[in-house]
């Protein structure tokens, strides 16, 4: 939706890897001197480390676009917890192998095989396992012994490993990965973004789509961004993506500190909720105005997992008729705050007329902050049900 608004070619905070997004911060260009090292040996295990959202993704995608197909085959595994015999019919299927059968030993036959025909036809073979931290001792141990595949001298398998920082703890210290150790020719950990990175990030994605300060960044607003994010490359784009929607949204030609408030606090009640996928956002409030949350606020709109088209209506149709309701008390109330005061037939005196003008006016603040309320979660639900949609190319059409 934000794109169309703003005249951007396609999505520049999408939280799918996309080689064309990809940013080199110090560590990405560190991770990247270290994996062209490591292929160029041919041999053993490279090894990148990171928090989650942090680019390992993003970087293994960059990698695949500047190989050579020719020369290099390449299968990519992403791992659930997975036993070591689990993990060797993975990596078969991985390799676009059929085994016969569901026996260990016949899928290692099988995956020699194709390896030794690789090397013989001059390609070198690549394993990409991403989530290792998953893997249990087992799994590891036989990706290990899938590296001893050999023709004659030649190593026929490299491994390139991809964790969350527990599985750099666990290769670092765990008694029986020693051999495992020793196999490790390259290694590095992906650290965040720091605050002028972060605001290079944004712009360089923005500039990937055809951004030209529309919208305008005030500022401050990526300094405040990196702090709400601790530097995360996914949490930026969770965050900038609510943002651009919600400036759509409400027609804003600037994104401001109050917006990013906004949609920091209501992504921090999504995640408090049990929504998926929002990270560990700090919601501490930029501007004042966010402060304290009012006693009053309304309750957080249904998360992007329970979005079915009847429940949206229902909210849509609740949320005006209770606008209707409250349009009409405040017809009400103005009616009665013209002509003279009366009650009961009398004229009511000037104290009267005092306290009860101070009680219309209490009444509307209080029905204009209901009114105000009753927006910003018509908004939020609107926001969550563009989400909902365009997280599947298959609603693409609603």
């Known amino acids: 939706m934000y794109e169309q608004y703003y005249g951007f070619t396609a999505r520049p905070f999408q939280l799918t890897p996309d080689p064309k997004f990809y940013f080199?911060?110090?560590?990405?260009?560190?991770?990247?001197?270290?994996?062209?090292?490591?292929?160029?040996?041919?041999?053993?295990?490279?090894?990148?480390?990171?928090?989650?959202?942090?680019?390992?993704?993003?970087?293994?995608?960059?990698?695949?676009?500047?190989?050579?197909?020719?020369?290099?085959t390449?299968?990519?595994?992403?791992?659930?917890?997975?036993d070591g015999e689990e993990l060797v019919h993975v990596v078969a299927q991985a390799f676009g192998l059929a085994v016969d059968g569901h026996d260990k030993a016949g899928a290692l036959g099988t995956i020699e095989r194709h390896l030794q025909d690789e090397a013989r036809a001059g390609r070198r073979c690549l394993l990409v396992i991403d989530e290792c931290q998953n893997l249990d001792l087992a799994a590891l141990e036989e990706l290990r012994m899938l590296s001893n595949f050999q023709l004659g001298s030649h190593p026929l398998l490299q491994s390139l490993l991809l964790g969350q920082p527990e599985f750099r703890r666990t290769l670092a210290h765990h008694p029986g990965l020693e051999q495992l150790r020793q196999?490790?020719?390259?290694?590095?950990?992906?650290?965040?973004?720091?605050?002028?990175?972060?605001?290079?990030?944004?712009?360089?994605?923005?500039?990937?789509?055809?951004?030209?300060?529309?919208?305008?960044?005030?500022?401050?607003?990526?300094?405040?961004?990196?702090?709400?994010?601790?530097?995360?490359?996914?949490?930026?784009?969770?965050?900038?993506?609510?943002?651009l929607l919600l400036g759509a949204i409400e027609e804003r030609s600037e994104l401001t500190l109050t917006m990013l408030d906004e949609v920091v606090a209501e992504m921090a009640t999504d995640q408090t909720r049990g929504a998926p996928g929002h990270g560990d956002l700090r919601a501490a409030p930029v501007s004042a105005r966010h402060d304290t949350a009012p006693a009053n606020a309304p309750a957080a709109a249904p998360t992007t997992d329970s979005l079915p088209a009847a429940e949206v209506a229902a909210l849509l149709a609740g949320r005006d008729a209770r606008t209707a309701e409250l349009e009409a008390a405040i017809s009400e109330l103005q009616a009665a705050?013209?002509?003279?005061?009366?009650?009961?037939?009398?004229?009511?005196s000037p104290e009267e007329t005092r306290l009860a003008?101070?009680?219309?006016?209490?009444?509307?603040?209080?029905?204009?902050?209901?009114l105000e309320e009753q927006e910003q979660s018509f908004r939020h639900v609107l926001a969550m049900l563009i989400e909902w949609l365009e997280d599947d190319p298959s609603r693409e059409a609603a």
Do not use: C
């Open 183 to 243: 196999r490790i020719i390259a290694s590095h950990h992906l650290e965040a973004l720091d605050d002028e990175e972060v605001s290079d990030y944004v712009r360089h994605r923005l500039g990937r789509v055809g951004w030209e300060s529309h919208p305008v960044l005030s500022d401050g607003l990526l300094e405040a961004l990196y702090r709400h994010t601790d530097g995360i490359p996914r949490r930026v784009n969770q965050v900038m993506n609510r943002l």
């Open 337 to 348: 705050g013209t002509g003279p005061r009366v009650q009961g037939g009398e004229t009511l």
């Open 357 to 370: 003008e101070a009680r219309i006016a209490a009444e509307l603040e209080r029905i204009e902050a209901r």
């Open 74 to 82: 390449v299968a990519q595994v992403v791992t659930s917890a997975l």
């Open 24 to 72: 080199e911060s110090a560590s990405h260009k560190k991770a990247m001197s270290y994996l062209g090292y490591g292929l160029a040996q041919g041999e053993g295990f490279i090894v990148i480390t990171g928090e989650v959202g942090a680019g390992k993704s993003t970087l293994v995608a960059h990698l695949m676009e500047r190989i050579d197909p020719a020369a290099l």
